[in-house]
């Protein structure tokens, strides 16, 4: 499974040939560059790691900075691990939007936006209470009964309860690669992705 380190840009929207307008996500995929080769004889596994956006030298650790120095690359902010790649790698390769053809699927991977501690009806979709006669106070956005009695006398994992919403890995699955600018270094994908303006994104392919 091959793929690229992007950073989202940002929606728009674009035309299909029937005239359809399709809401698309821009992203700026790349480049990145092949920071470690892992092999099954020395880390028991094989994978290829890529490096993207450059960072300052001040703001990185010691041993990260050797381990850029050993790739002979510049020290770079996001690093991701891939399984596969079509064409082998070595260190120091270049890794583009050239690897992925307008009309194909792909997947990406993002941190979903922090909406911090939310209640069971934003959270979850819950109802509320229906109607606000009969006596109710302050009870519309409530989660109602947790179904625990004098057994459990407890409440069950995984009871869907008001708590912090947000800020988690989401998957979009089978995003089609609407455009490819390899000038700019940007694809656009169909619908929507994970996470704010400007937040690191994983296209695997």
Known sequence: MSGIIGKKVGM???????????????????????TQIRTVEKDGYSAVQLGFDDAKEKNVTAPLKGHFAKAGVTPKRKLVEFKSFEEEKQLGDIVDVTLFKEGEYVDVVGTSKGK???????????????????GQHNRLRAPGSLGASS??????KGMRMAGRTGGERV??????????YPEQNLIVVSGSVPGAKGSYVIIDK
């Open 12 to 34: 728009t929207s674009l035309y299909d040939a029937e005239g359809r307008n399709i809401p698309c996500t821009v992203i700026e995929a790349g480049p990145c560059v092949v």
């Open 171 to 180: 998957k979009v699955q089978n995003l089609q690669v609407l455009k490819v």
């Open 116 to 134: 911090g501690f939310q209640g069971v009806m934003k959270r979850h979709g819950f109802g509320g209470v229906g109607g606000a006669t009969h």
């Open 151 to 156: 057994w459990p006398s407890r409440v069950f």
